[in-house]
């Protein structure tokens, strides 16, 4: 039975999504979806282990009698989905970046959190440096080579950027049909008292700064071809 849906949003991890879904369950209620099982960023994990495997999983029931689904998902597993917006939002990667590495060094780490993401329990045992988090595969094709890899990105109708929801929320309330408020919600301030200074730290680094521009710079490309149209 072919699914149709009003919404799918692709949620990259640190780009201010929380305060999307936010407005999503406030709207959806029961009828939104949300998607974060696959794990996608993680070396581990089926979708990149063996995607041969991972397409073939029945992706569709979860969506009956839903109206929009939400989360950190590849879109393509959706492709045979209507939906009347498909929308994202993308941020400086390396901003994105230096917000997921000291997000994954905060004090909230537990056994379970970190047998998740192989990535994370790297970062986290081994106290990776930032441009040592930046050099790990899956961490430097963030956007190119994991969540919108193969990805056709012209399907997309709302590629937004993360400025935009600091700046302009109601605008993506428009885009996405997210009508209402949005809540702005930072988790790694909240977790990570301390997280302004770190980061201007690294930035004042200009040796560290330069090493993870090298090190993301096809995502780089990706974001500023991407958001600029």
Known sequence: MPVTLDL??????KTGGISVRQAAMRKYGPSLHL???????????????????YLQQDHLSS????KAVYGHFWIGKYHNVRAMCRA???????ERLVSNYFYWKSDTNTPQMLKANALRRKLVVENLTIPEF?????IRNFYHGCY???????QFD????????????????RATGLDGEFSRVNRTDLQLPDYHSLK??????????????ASLQEDIRFYEKWVHL
Do not use: W
């Not at 998607?35 to 979708?47: C, H, K, M, S, V």
């Not at 969506?63 to 839903?66: A, I, M, S, T, V």
């Not at 709302?158 to 309330?173: F, Q």
């Open 8 to 13: 799918i949003f692709v949620h990259v991890p």
């Open 35 to 53: 998607d974060y099982a696959d794990r996608i960023t993680n070396p581990e994990a089926l979708f990149n282990t063996d995607r041969s495997a």
């Open 63 to 66: 969506l009956q009698g839903k």
């Open 88 to 94: 994202t939002i993308l941020r400086d990667p390396v």
């Open 134 to 138: 930046a050099s790990l595969p899956n």
């Open 148 to 154: 919108f890899d193969g990805v056709d990105m012209g």
């Open 158 to 173: 709302a590629i937004k950027d993360y400025s935009t929801l600091r700046d302009n929320p109601e605008e993506i309330g």
């Open 200 to 213: 201007d730290a690294f930035y004042a680094d200009a040796a560290a700064l330069s090493a993870v521009r």
